[in-house]
Structures are given as structure tokens and as C-alpha cells.
């Protein structure tokens, strides 16, 4: 797809937001080719992006909520600013991708691969990482409610500092994260896989609630 086509695509989609589809059309990318497309600041609320190819486009501040990005490629794109409300982005390849200040709220990355990531200061309550590759992934400082990590491999992943708030980490990996200074509160840890060094690292209150049920390597 060349600028033009997008351009006017993008141009549609907008009356069509604008109008409350009595004029425009509605954006349909499924499985398109948008590979270093331009995005900046658009308003694609709701649009099929599913199994898109969108490797080296430029996505910033751009509205995506409630849209369908499942399956798409999506390796080191640039979702600084983004709106990702509700957004289903499951089993998408996110590889080296940037969420700095993205609002991922109630965002299903099932079973995504978003390993090498950097998700700081993004907005993450009601999301769901479960199954997904989060190795390597920065989130310092982050702050997680009812976020759900279900059987989630954290390994390597840079926790510190972070908040976890009524979290689900049930047989989530944590093998050789960084959980300095991190916090856990009313999460659940039931067969959370974890190394010697970082075990100790855990409050009081979860060691004693689920001593029985932590897989130590």
C-alpha cells in the first residue's frame, strides 16, 4: 500500500469517526502490508489491523482503542503516546517494540511475544500479558492492577521498582528478573517459578502463603 492509498484510506476513516458512518468509510487493514507506514496522531478507533504487517511504521499518539491487532507483526514499532484501551493484540509478534506512556488499559496481549520491550510509565490496570514472552522487557517503575501474568515467562525482565496490585502471577516465571525494590500486593503466586537469589526478594506474607507451591531453580 502506497502514502496516497493510505492517505485517503486514513482520510475516510476519519468522516466516517466524524459522522457516525453516515459518510466516510470505515478502515479495514486486515492483513495489509503497512511495513514503515505512517500513522502519526491518527484515529483508527476500532480498526481491523489483524495480521497486518506493520515492522518500522510510525504509530505514535495514535488511537487505537478497542482495535484488533491479533496476530499482527509489529517488531520495533514505536507505541509511545498510544492509545491501546481494549485493544485485543493476541498472539502478535511485538519484539523491541516502545510503550512509553501508552495507555494499555484493559489490553489483551494473550500469548504475545513482546520480549526486549520497553513498557515505563504505561498505564496497565485490567490487562492481560497472560502466556505471553515478557523476557527481557523493561518495566521499571511500573504500576500493575488486577493485571493478569497467568503462566506469563518473565525471565530477565527489569521489575524494579514496580507495583504489583491484586495481580494474577499464577505460573508465571520470574527466573532471574530484577525485583529490586519491587512490591506485591494481594497477588497471587501459586506455582510462580523462581530462582534462589530472587525468592528472598518476595514479602513475607506471599513466602508463607505460597511456600508450598514456589518452583525454585
Not at 57 to 73: G, H, P, R, Y
Not at 105 to 134: P, R, T, V, W, Y
Request: charged share 20%.
Amino acid at each position: 500500500m502506497n502514502s496516497e492509498e493510505l492517505k485517503e484510506i486514513l482520510h475516510q476513516q476519519q468522516l466516517w469517526l466524524a459522522y457516525g458512518g453516515q459518510l466516510g468509510r470505515e478502515a479495514n487493514f486486515r492483513k495489509a502490508d503497512l511495513q514503515d507506514a505512517f500513522f502519526g496522531g491518527a484515529d483508527l478507533f476500532g480498526v481491523d489491523l489483524s495480521e497486518a504487517n506493520l515492522t518500522g511504521a510510525t504509530i505514535k499518539w495514535t488511537n487505537l482503542q478497542t482495535a484488533n491487532l491479533q496476530k499482527a507483526i509489529l517488531k520495533g514499532v514505536n507505541f509511545e503516546g498510544v492509545n491501546l484501551q481494549k485493544a485485543i493484540i493476541r498472539s502478535a509478534n511485538l519484539k523491541n517494540t516502545n510503550f512509553w506512556y501508552a495507555d494499555l488499559k484493559g489490553a489483551n496481549f494473550h500469548d504475545a511475544n513482546l520480549k526486549s520491550s520497553s513498557i515505563n510509565c504505561a498505564e496497565l490496570q485490567s490487562a492481560d500479558f497472560s502466556e505471553a514472552n515478557l523476557e527481557n522487557t523493561n518495566f521499571m517503575q511500573a504500576v500493575f492492577r488486577q493485571t493478569n501474568f497467568h503462566s506469563t515467562s518473565l525471565r530477565g525482565a527489569n521489575l524494579q521498582g514496580a507495583n504489583f496490585i491484586n495481580c494474577n502471577l499464577q505460573e508465571a516465571n520470574l527466573q532471574g528478573a530484577n525485583l529490586r525494590e519491587t512490591k506485591f500486593e494481594n497477588s497471587v503466586f501459586i506455582n510462580v517459578t523462581i530462582d534462589r537469589n530472587n525468592i528472598f526478594m518476595l514479602p513475607i506474607k506471599i513466602l508463607k502463603k505460597y511456600q508450598d507451591t514456589f518452583i525454585v531453580v
